[in-house]
């Protein structure tokens, strides 16, 4: 069965970093392209940043960029970002999500809250 | 960056009827949509990949086609436990979703 399970998330100070994991299991994670998306209270999903299989390949939001860093370690199945210089609108659930089609594959997500 | 137009925003709808959602992408994304469901507080759950492939398990009364860059989600006869927000979402660059529509029962 693939899973994907989210941790790391929780109350940070404004400026304030946290480092978010993804751990994969029930399928070869070092064959997919993988993403971070997030959803704010009460909205819609925003796609936050995307590593290919290699990690040769990394794109990010323009709302993150400079601030998050996503990586993996295909030897451990796991995925990560790194946000720092956190803002009140980063405030969400982040999800690890991966696949195409009928492969594709979502975690529970985790819930960042950047407040004072 | 491709964009997705996802309409309507909300929708309220009767026991039994047939229900409707579009997404019109910016440009070609050939047949590279999702379709999902989410519920409060979950994640969201794919229904149609492949613009117009059902996922298994997933009811029946759940469809979606369209190519290119006009798409359609239908729910042939609305069941009370298929409120929810639905999204759709291309997969031929980046990730990109709709805004949603927020189906309620009438």
């Known amino acids: 069965e693939v899973q994907l399970v989210e941790s790391g998330g929780g109350l940070v100070q404004p400026g304030g970093s946290l480092r978010l994991s993804c751990a994969a299991s029930?399928?070869?994670?070092?064959?997919?392209?993988m993403n971070w998306v997030r959803q704010a209270p009460g909205k819609g999903l925003e796609w936050v940043s995307y590593?290919?299989?290699?990690?040769?390949?990394?794109y990010y939001a323009d709302s993150v960029k400079g601030r998050f860093t996503i990586s993996r370690d295909n030897a451990k199945n796991s995925l990560y970002l790194q946000m720092n210089s956190l803002r009140d609108e980063d405030t969400a659930v982040y999800y690890c999500?991966?696949?195409?089609?009928?492969?594709?594959?979502w975690g529970q997500g985790t819930l960042v809250t950047v407040s004072s | 960056d491709i964009q997705m137009t996802q309409s309507p925003s909300s929708l309220s709808a009767s026991v039994g009827d047939r229900v409707t959602i579009t997404c019109q992408a910016s440009?070609?994304?050939?047949?590279?949509l999702n379709w999902y469901q989410q519920k409060p507080g979950k994640a969201p759950k794919l229904l149609i990949y492949?613009?117009?492939n059902l996922e298994t398990g997933v009811p029946s009364r759940f469809s979606g086609s369209g190519s290119g860059t006009d798409f359609t989600f239908t729910i042939s006869s609305l069941q009370p436990e298929d409120i929810a927000t639905y999204y759709c979402?291309?997969?031929?660059?980046?990730?990109?979703f709709g805004q949603g529509t927020r189906l309620e029962i009438k």
């Open positions: 999500h991966g696949g195409t089609g009928s492969s594709t594959s």
């Open positions: 029930g399928f070869t994670f070092s064959s997919y392209s």
């Open positions: 590593i290919s299989s290699s990690s040769s390949t990394i």
């Open positions: 440009q070609d994304i050939s047949n590279y």
């Open positions: 492949d613009a117009s």
């Open positions: 979402q291309q997969y031929d660059n980046l990730p990109r």
